[in-house]
């Protein structure tokens, strides 16, 4: 049995999330939405397992890890749905399709499908998983070569192909937007991005069987609030609610 986590962790968390709480009621009041719209993902990429339990007893029920391997150990530990567990695991990072298999059993959904070879790969493994995974499109609507996710133009074409995947629930599209250095590059720079991933949504929406585009997975802990007020429905947000990481 998992000890429980230290009590002033649990507050620090719950004194951070109250905070975070306001900005997005603030951020959606902004732009006439509502926070039930929003799902928070609470990344808890590089943070030991304790700091997932005192999320837990905070309140929070969904979170992202980027690589395999840290979902592994923390979904077998604290289990999402797919592992009879009552919160959720987003993978939100880049997968290989070599780990494809340990996706498909341990991740409640999937943030960064890029290519037609992984899903092609993915699909047989949540086949043999008897399941079907809830996935977003990863798109780099940065165009910066250090990001993953398929080019803005490919978008369609790729879509069209994720039809032949029964086993994989194409809900939304994901995006990272390039880093910002000032309050003015939010508006310069990111937010058009933003506005760009909901531009697709919209466009591609309609046109293809093989995905309703409802959910958009955008907005980090540095451009969270832009993100809601260019139709963000997944934010991903990790220092802003347990500081900074060790590594």
Known sequence: ?????????????????????ERIENACARVGRRPEELTLVAVTKAFPLEVVQAAVAAGLTDFGENRVQELITKSEAVPGEVLGGAIRWHLIGPLQRNKAKEAARCADSFH?????????????????????????????????????????????ELLDGLG??????????????????SDAELETV??????????????????????QLRHL?????G?????????????????????????
Do not use: W, Y
Request: proline residues 5%; neutral net charge; contains cysteine.
């Open 190 to 211: 990111v937010r058009p991005q933003f506005r760009r991933l909901r531009e697709l949504a919209e466009a591609n929406d309609a046109g293809h069987s093989s995905s």
């Open 112 to 156: 960064a499908l890029d290519s037609l070879r992984l899903a092609e790969t993915l699909n047989r493994r949540a086949e043999l998983a008897n399941r079907i995974v809830p996935c977003m499109v990863q798109v780099n609507v940065s165009g910066e070569a250090t990001k993953s996710g398929v080019a803005p133009e490919n978008l369609p």
């Open 164 to 181: 032949a995947f029964d086993s994989l629930n194409i809900t939304g599209l994901m995006t990272l937007a390039a880093p910002a250095r």
């Open 1 to 21: 049995m998992l000890a429980s986590p230290p009590e002033l962790l649990v507050e620090a968390i719950q004194q951070r999330l109250e905070s975070v709480r």
């Open 223 to 247: 451009d969270f609030e832009v993100a809601i007020e260019e139709g963000a429905t997944h934010i991903r947000l990790g220092s802003v609610l347990f500081g900074a990481r060790g590594r």
């Open 217 to 221: 997975s955008m907005g980090m802990s």
